[in-house]
């Protein structure tokens, strides 16, 4: 049986910005850590992904703090993450 890695949205408004917590941060080495125990193969990941309208959407009208909004600062993967992300590519968006 195969073992997937399923890194999910390791995005740095996530993380230490817009909806980031201390928490979110604390496991930052622990996720890059668990990425390169896996074979390249096996793992994907996700990116949460919004546009500039986001306030305009559904979700922003429940949840009104822009994040993820794409090419920005805070939709990009968090840097050591993103390092260890070079062995694979990102093959989803959200």
Not at 2 to 29: C, H, P, W, Y
Not at 45 to 56: C, R, S
């Amino acid at each position: 049986m195969r073992k997937i890695l399923i890194v999910i949205d390791m995005q740095n408004d996530f993380i230490d910005a817009a909806l980031g917590t201390k928490e979110a941060l604390s496991i930052v080495d622990v996720v890059k850590k668990k990425i390169l125990s896996y074979p390249t193969a096996n793992i994907i990941a996700t990116m949460d992904t919004h546009f500039e309208n986001y306030m305009e959407t559904q979700e922003g009208k429940y949840l009104p703090v822009p994040h993820c909004i794409k090419e920005s600062d805070g939709w990009k993967i968090r840097p050591e993450i993103a390092r260890s992300e070079e062995r694979f590519s990102r093959n989803a968006e959200t």
